[in-house]
C-alpha cells in the first residue's frame, strides 16, 4: 500500500496526494449485491434543507456489505479486491463453497485466492470472523460487533483497528482505536487483523473540486455571518468572534456532550485520548 505525489504542473496537482490503486483486482462491482443511492442533498421527506453544504457528488452505487459474518462453518475464497465509493476501506468479494456472494471489509494482507471462514471452531487468521470468546488475548482485530447477532459496529474504516486486552467473565475488554477501553460480551463476533488501506489518512485532495464529487458544498464560517444567524457573527469590522461555539450557542471545543446518565457508561473504563 502507497500514495502517490503528482508534480506541481497546476495549481490543483500542486498538494494533491492520492491513493494507488494497485491492490484492487476488479474494476466493475458483483451486480447482484449492489443497490442503487439516493441522493437527498440534505432535504428531509418535505423538501426543505435541514443539513447544510451537502449536495451534487458523483452518482454512486451502494455495495451490500456483510458485517454480520453468520455462515459459520462455510469457506470462502477471495474472488476480488474492490474499490468502494462509501467508504474508505476497501471490500473483498467471497464466494462460499455453497454458492453464496458476499462482500467484507478487506482486512490487510488479505490476498485474492486466499481461503476465510468464520464461526466458533475457525483459527484466529487474518479475514477469519469469530467470538471474542475464541480469539487470544493480544490480538488485533477489526468489524466488532456492539451486541451479539447485530452485525459490526466498531473499528470499521480504511487502516483502523482495536486490541483484544483481557477478559472478564462473560465479557471481553477491548481496547478501540479512539483510544477507549470498554467492556464488549464475549459472545459478539470480531474479525482478525487490521483493516487495509491504511494510507488513506494520508492522502490530500489537492483542490476544492474533490469535495464537490465527494457531495460537499462550500462551507461557511460563523464568523463572517450576521448575529442573527450565528453566535460568533457580527461586529464593526473584523471580528475574531469570541469563544467558538455552533449555531445553537454551545461550545464547539471541550464541551461534553455525552449524557451523564448513559446507559452504556457502565461498560466504559478508560473513556477515549483527548
Known amino acids: 500500500m502507497a500514495v502517490r505525489k503528482l508534480k506541481p504542473t497546476t495549481p490543483g496537482q500542486r498538494h494533491k496526494i492520492i491513493g494507488v490503486f494497485d491492490d484492487i483486482t476488479k474494476r466493475t462491482p458483483e451486480k447482484s449485491l449492489t443497490v442503487g443511492k439516493r441522493s437527498t442533498g440534505g432535504r428531509n421527506n418535505e423538501g426543505h434543507l435541514t443539513a447544510r453544504y451537502r449536495g451534487g457528488g458523483h452518482r454512486r452505487k451502494l455495495r ?71 480469539i487470544p488475548v493480544g490480538t488485533l482485530i477489526h468489524n466488532i460487533e456492539l451486541r451479539p447477532g447485530q452485525g459490526a459496529a466498531m473499528a470499521r474504516a480504511a487502516g483502523t483497528f482495536a486490541q483484544l486486552t483481557s477478559r472478564e467473565g462473560s465479557y471481553a475488554i477491548i481496547k ?3 483510544g477507549e477501553t470498554r467492556k464488549v460480551l464475549a459472545a459478539c463476533k470480531a474479525t482478525v487483523g487490521v483493516v487495509g488501506n491504511s494510507d488513506h489518512a494520508l492522502e ?71
Open 176 to 178: 478501540l482505536p479512539s
Open 64 to 134: 451490500l456489505i456483510d458485517f454480520k459474518r453468520n455462515k459459520d462453518g462455510v469457506p470462502a475464497v477471495v474472488k476480488a479486491i474492490e474499490y468502494d465509493p462509501n467508504r474508505s476501506a476497501r471490500i473483498a468479494l467471497l464466494y462460499y463453497a455453497d454458492g453464496y456472494k458476499a462482500y467484507i471489509i478487506a482486512p490487510n494482507g488479505l490476498e485474492v485466492g486466499a481461503t476465510i471462514e468464520s464461526g466458533e471452531n475457525v483459527a484466529p487468521e487474518v479475514g477469519n470472523a469469530l467470538p471474542l470468546s475464541k
Open 204 to 274: 490530500q485532495s489537492g483542490k476544492a473540486g474533490r469535495s464537490r464529487w465527494l457531495g460537499r458544498r462550500p462551507h461557511n464560517r460563523g464568523v463572517v455571518m450576521n448575529p442573527v444567524d450565528h453566535p460568533m457573527g457580527g461586529g464593526e469590522g473584523r471580528q475574531s468572534g469570541g469563544h467558538p461555539r455552533n449555531r445553537n450557542g454551545l461550545y464547539a471545543k471541550g464541551l461534553k456532550t455525552r449524557a451523564p446518565k448513559k446507559q452504556s457508561s457502565k461498560y466504559i473504563i478508560e473513556r477515549r485520548k483527548k
